[in-house]
C-alpha cells in the first residue's frame, strides 16, 4: 500500500480542512505523546487533527537517549508497575508493532564487588528479565572480569570485578515520532506541523476547539472540536495557563545531556551502563558512533531550545573517564544534544527523584492534558488520554486498538529484508545501502528507491555526510513533512549531531535538493543555510541560542 505523502500540497489541504471541519479530537502537541494520541483515537473511528507548532518531535521526542527500555534503575526505586507495563511496551514494539524501527542492543553492567553487588544486581536483572513477559531478547548472563574485559576492552581493568550482560532495546526517537504521525494521517488523521495554538475556543466553560496560527502563511485558522487533548509534555504549565483556569497539575523540567563520539574511541562490542553518584552513565551504541549519557539536573528557564553548557559536557566526561581505559577528551566530542523530560512536579528539588510516571486530568469541559511518563510508554498515555475523550463523548467508543496496530512500514518488513540482495542488485545500490534504507522505513525503503530509479544522482551520498544518501534528503520533505533545512539535517536524518561540523558542509547541498519540492529561490536556499549554520554554532557554543524569526513562506 502507497503511504500517504505528507508534501507541502498535503499540508495545504489540511489547513483547509482544519478551518472547514469539526473533529472529535483535536490533538495539541506534535511529540510521540500527541503523534500516539492522534493515532489512537483515529483507530477507534474518531476523526481528528494534530497540529504541531514546529516540527515532529522538534521537543523532547529527538533528545532522549534513543531507548526502548523498563528502566532498571526504576526497580531499585521499587517502581514496579511503572517497569512492568514499559518492557510490556518494549516487547510489543520488538515483536510486533515497529520491528523496523525498534532493535535489540546488548549492555554490560560492570560489577565492583565480587559478592554482595553480584548477588542484588543479580536479583534485579532476573526480575527485570521476567518481568518482559514474552521472550522477546535474550535472558541475562554473569561474566567474569576477563569475560567482561573480552566484551569492552575499552574498560579499566580495575574498574570492575566482574559484570552482568543484559539486554535492551533502542529506536531513532526523532524518526520513531515522525513515522506514528505518518502513521496516524495514513488512517485519515489531518496533522500539520508549523501550526501553533495561541488559544482555545469556548463555549461558557467547555473549551470547543483551538486557535492555530499558520507559521508559514501568517494566518489564523479556528478549528473547532468536541474534544481537545494536551499532549505538550515540558510546554503543559503554559498550555494550561491559556484556559485561564487552575492547573491540573504541575511539570518540572529535567535537562539530560548527551554527547555523541566516533565509535572507534571507545573499543567496545557491547553498550555500557554503570551507577554514578547522582544518576547513571549510559554509553550506547549508535551507528558509527556512541552516545554517552545523560545528566539529570533542573532546568528552571524556558522550555525552548535547552543547551548543554560547559558543566554538563565536564560531568559527562568525568564520568565516562572512570571506568575508560583511555580517557574520552573534548576534541573526541562529535556532537552534543540537550533536552528536556517532563516530570510530575512535586515538593522535593531533585528531579532524579520525581516520579516518571504520567497523569491525565481534565481540568475545563472539552480538554483533556497528559503529561510525564517515559518515551516507551508513549502507547499507554496515549491510550489513557483517549479514555478520558471517550468518557466525555456522547457517542460510543471502542477500546484503544494500538496494541495490535503497525506502525507504518512495519508490515512487509521481514520480507524486503530476506530480499535485501535482491534489492540492491535492481537498485545499484550496495547492500549495507539497502540495509540501512530499512532499519529507517522498513517497507517504505521502497518509495526511496524509487526516487533513486528516477534520478540516479539521488543515490549519491550527501556530501559531508555520506551515511545518507540524496534521496532520503528529498523523501524528507515529499513524504516525512519536513519544511525548513532544520527539520532535515537535525530530525529526518540525524546529520546535526552526527557529524564533525554538525552538518555544515552538507547543508548548502541538502538545501539544494529539496528547494524544487518546496518551491525556495535562491535568496530562500541561501536564508535556510544561514539560519541553520547560526544554529548550529550556538548550540556548539553552550550557550542559548539568539532568538530569531524563522524562515517562512513569502
Not at 514499559?86 to 542492543?105: N, T
Not at 496496530?405 to 529484508?417: F, Q, S
Not at 549519491?460 to 524528507?476: F, T
Request: net charge neutral; proline share 4%.
Amino acid at each position: 500500500m502507497t503511504s500517504v505523502a505528507l508534501g507541502p500540497r498535503y499540508r495545504e489541504d489540511t489547513l483547509r480542512d482544519l478551518a472547514e471541519a469539526e473533529f472529535d479530537v483535536v490533538v495539541v502537541g506534535g511529540g510521540i505523546v500527541g503523534a500516539g494520541a492522534a493515532l489512537d483515537a483515529i483507530s477507534r473511528g474518531l476523526s481528528v487533527a494534530l497540529v504541531e507548532a514546529r516540527d515532529w518531535a522538534a521537543g523532547t521526542s529527538s533528545r532522549s537517549s534513543k531507548l526502548i527500555h523498563g528502566g532498571l534503575r526504576y526497580l531499585e526505586q521499587r517502581d514496579f508497575g511503572l517497569v512492568r507495563e514499559a518492557l510490556r511496551e518494549r516487547g510489543l514494539l520488538l515483536q510486533r508493532l515497529a520491528p523496523h524501527l525498534v532493535r535489540p542492543v546488548r549492555f554490560l553492567y560492570p560489577l565492583r564487588n565480587r559478592v554482595w553487588e553480584r548477588a542484588y544486581v543479580s536479583a534485579g536483572v532476573t526480575l527485570y528479565d521476567s518481568m518482559g513477559g514474552a521472550r522477546s531478547l535474550p535472558r541475562h548472563r554473569q561474566l567474569t572480569r576477563r569475560a567482561a574485559l573480552r566484551e569492552a576492552p575499552a574498560l579499566r581493568s580495575d574498574a570492575l570485578v566482574g559484570a552482568v550482560q543484559y539486554y535492551d532495546a533502542q529506536v531513532d526517537d526523532a524518526r520513531y515520532t515522525m513515522m506514528v504521525a505518518r502513521t496516524a494521517a495514513q488512517y485519515g488523521a489531518k496533522v500539520a506541523t508549523r501550526a501553533e495554538v495561541t488559544g482555545f475556543l469556548r463555549e461558557g466553560e467547555r473549551v470547543t476547539g483551538v486557535r492555530v496560527l499558520d507559521l508559514e502563511g501568517d494566518r489564523e485558522i479556528s478549528v473547532r472540536a468536541r474534544s481537545v487533548v494536551c499532549a505538550t509534555g515540558v510546554w503543559t504549565d503554559g498550555a494550561q495557563a491559556m484556559t485561564g483556569s487552575r492547573a491540573a497539575f504541575g511539570v518540572r523540567a529535567s535537562k539530560g545531556v548527551h554527547l555523541v563520539v566516533p565509535r572507534d574511541r571507545i573499543p567496545m562490542g557491547t553498550g555500557l551502563i554503570t551507577r554514578t553518584s547522582k544518576s547513571v552513565l549510559f554509553i550506547i551504541p549508535w551507528g558509527r558512533h556512541w552516545l554517552v549519557g545523560t545528566t539529570d539536573t533542573p532546568h528552571d528557564r524556558g522550555p525552548d531550545e535547552p543547551v548543554a553548557e560547559h558543566t554538563d559536557i565536564g560531568y559527562l566526561l568525568e564520568q565516562a573517564n572512570a571506568v575508560l581505559r583511555t580517557p574520552l577528551t573534548h576534541d573526541d566530542i562529535e556532537g552534543v544534544y540537550a533536552g528536556l523530560r517532563p516530570l510530575l512536579s512535586g515538593e522535593m528539588d531533585d528531579t532524579t527523584r520525581l516520579s516518571r510516571e504520567h497523569a491525565v486530568a481534565e481540568p475545563v469541559p472539552g480538554l483533556v492534558v497528559v503529561t510525564g511518563g517515559k518515551f516507551t510508554t508513549y502507547r499507554v498515555m496515549a491510550r489513557d488520554a483517549v479514555d478520558v475523550v471517550a468518557e466525555g463523548l456522547d457517542d460510543s467508543v471502542p477500546a484503544s486498538v494500538t496494541g495490535r496496530l503497525p506502525i507504518l512500514g512495519a508490515n512487509g518488513y521481514e520480507v524486503l529484508w530476506n530480499e535485501r540482495r535482491r534489492l540492491a542488485a535492481e537498485s545499484g545500490l550496495h547492500v549495507a545501502r539497502i540495509e540501512h534504507l530499512l532499519h529507517r522505513y522498513g517497507s517504505c525503503a521502497r518509495e526511496v528507491l524509487a526516487l533513486v530509479a528516477g534520478d540516479q544522482a539521488l543515490g549519491a551520498p550527501v556530501p559531508g555526510a555520506e551515511d545518507y544518501l540524496c534521496a532520503e534528503a528529498v523523501y524528507a520533505v515529499t513524504h516525512e513533512g519536513a519544511l525548513h533545512l532544520e527539520d532535515v539535517l537535525s530530525r529526518r536524518l540525524r546529520i546535526s549531531i552526527e557529524e564533525w561540523d554538525g552538518g555544515a558542509a552538507a547543508a548548502a547541498r541538502v538545501a539544494e535538493l529539496v528547494a524544487p519540492w518546496l518551491g525556495w529561490d535562491g535568496e530562500r536556499v541561501s536564508g535556510e543555510v544561514k539560519r541553520y549554520l547560526r544554529q548550529v554554532a550556538a548550540e556548539r557554543r553552550g550557550g542559548p541560542a539568539v532568538e530569531e524569526a524563522p524562515v517562512t513562506a513569502a
